[in-house]
């Protein structure tokens, strides 16, 4: 192949673009200095298109690039250079005398492994190459769908290597490695003073390739399973790679993962229970790109206790950071899907939370978190006081009634209340709502005064999320928490306990609010 001069004046991308038949715009700028050397290279080109292309080289590396989040191709994966930043991969086939012939950039968290696929078949299309070629592929590249594709689909070669402590190895290929007692076993490789290299022990295979095509009903199963146990793609990638020799792209996981859509929407319009004796209320804030940018996003999630006493996530809606309107939102969906009764709602200190559930469920005792009301009044309390004021406060919500709570609260007023009277006087302003549980038996209270249940739901979210940054769309969320929600309920499968006391208590204390749905 011979590249020549235009005789209009060109710039140097427009020139390498040209001879590589590629548009500039696909050279990214900060490749220009690489190309700059070699442009040289390319006079040198001979016609015979069998001498150009008689020995070429294949690899892989990748570019970090100094931004926090990830954006467009540059996301966070595996970096050659140890790099914590979002990074961009580049595959590239030069001639034996380094002048580049193929180039492909691809997004920093996908497998590297199925590019030489598509820049092999991609030279010899472009340069019309025939006859036979050999791959020799180092670790990294090698896996059941390349090799398949060189020796099988292609009619050519594939040369590689395997590590002896490598998990896919069997014994039998083991020993064979390390036999040493047959000198016709290696080829010695010496330097120039005759000192060892390396030993070289070859082989040809005359077992056949199979490639396991993934199979519709089982494999996307497999995918899914994989998916909403928090793994990302390029694990899921890897590890259908390992158990079954199946190369999987990230966009294939992403298309597969989408067809429980439809489930998604199904469940979070679902018909809903007539009533629920206690109804928890939280969310749970992740980072989304959206147009570009990326946007803090909280997902509401409804929990709720069932006549029966079993746990039941009712609803997981995405939307815009923490407001009591969105609540107020979720209450008449709620509503709308049959709820027509809850009797206590259980939900931490967002302003407004209680305007919006008495708009809706006017009947409902709302009962502030204990937990979450400790919490607040510690910020205000020295470390070295914190754990004599959190001793002295159990007085306070392990009272048997509400007029011993309000006197071991008065007695803390007058301890600590000139060093901490904010830490105090939060308690006094939410009592109301706080003091809910004090009327109930020992059975219903711990149930109802802390929202730890629902906490210990977002654990598990964020468990399974915690491979994601930034996820790609509200969607995406949706579909990752929907998954994660199915393994959470699916193990739920015991009752409160002494439910059947608290039950009876209930329609004694609610009467026909619970009987009707019983």
């Not at 439809?262 to 469940?267: D, I, Y």
């Amino acid at each position: 192949m011979k590249v020549t001069r235009t005789k209009k004046k060109s710039s140097l991308v427009q020139e390498i673009s040209k001879a590589l038949d590629m548009s500039p715009i696909s050279f990214p700028m900060r490749f220009q200095t690489r190309f700059l050397i070699t442009r040289n290279m390319w006079r040198k080109r001979t016609e015979n298109t069998q001498t150009l292309f008689s020995k070429v080289f294949f690899d892989c590396t990748n570019y970090y690039f100094e931004i926090d989040l990830p954006k467009e191709d540059k996301q966070k994966g595996p970096s050659k250079e140890n790099k914590h930043e979002p990074i961009i991969g580049q595959a590239l086939l030069l001639y034996v005398d380094l002048v580049p012939l193929a180039m492909q950039m691809y997004p920093g968290n996908e497998s590297e492994k199925p590019y030489i696929r598509k820049i092999i078949q991609e030279m010899k299309e472009r340069y019309k190459v025939t006859g036979k070629t050999v791959q020799v592929a180092d670790k990294g590249l090698n896996c059941a769908r390349n090799i398949y594709a060189a020796v099988i689909e292609a009619r050519d070669g594939y040369i590689f290597s395997k590590s002896v402590h490598g998990k896919g190895l069997s014994e039998k290929e083991k020993q064979w490695l390390l036999l040493e007692n047959d000198a016709n076993v290696y080829t010695d490789y010496r330097d120039k003073n005759g000192k060892l290299l390396f030993r070289l022990k070859s082989c040809v295979d005359t077992f056949s390739y199979k490639f396991k095509e993934l199979n519709p009903e089982t494999g996307e199963e497999k995918v899914i399973s994989l998916y909403a146990r928090g793994m990302s793609t390029r694990d899921i990638h890897d590890q259908l790679q390992d158990l079954y020799g199946i190369e999987l792209s990230a966009e294939m996981v992403s298309k597969i993962t989408d067809k429980i859509l439809p489930q998604v929407k199904e469940w979070q319009s679902r018909p809903l229970n007539p009533v629920y004796p206690f109804v928890f209320m939280d969310c749970i804030h992740y980072k989304v790109r959206e147009d570009g940018r990326i946007l803090s996003r909280a997902a509401y999630v409804v929990l709720g206790v069932t006549v029966e006493g079993y746990k039941d996530i009712l609803s997981i809606t995405v939307g815009a950071n923490e407001t009591s309107k969105f609540w107020l939102g979720m209450l008449n969906d709620l509503k709308n899907r049959g709820v027509k009764d809850v009797l206590f709602f259980c939900v931490d200190g967002l302003p407004g939370f209680k305007e919006a559930i008495q708009a809706v469920y006017p009947q409902a005792e709302i009962q502030r978190c204990v937990i979450h009301m400790l919490r607040n009044s510690f910020k205000y309390v020295n470390y070295n006081d914190l754990k004599k004021f959190s001793s002295d406060f159990k007085a306070v919500y392990n009272a048997p009634n509400e007029t011993a709570a309000l006197s071991e609260l008065e007695n803390i007023k007058e301890k600590w209340g000139k060093k901490y009277p904010y830490a105090i006087s939060n308690w006094e302003n939410n009592w109301e709502d706080v003091s809910s549980f004090f009327q109930f038996s020992n059975d219903i209270r711990r149930i109802m005064y802390t929202t730890n249940i629902i906490e210990g739901l977002n654990r598990q979210y964020r468990k399974v999320t915690k491979t994601k940054s930034v996820f790609p769309s509200d969607t995406a969320l949706e579909k990752m928490l929907y998954l994660a929600s199915e393994n959470v309920v699916r193990k739920w499968t015991q009752r409160y306990r002494n439910w059947d006391q608290v039950l009876n208590q209930l329609i004694v204390l609610y009467g026909e609010r619970l009987t009707n749905c019983l």
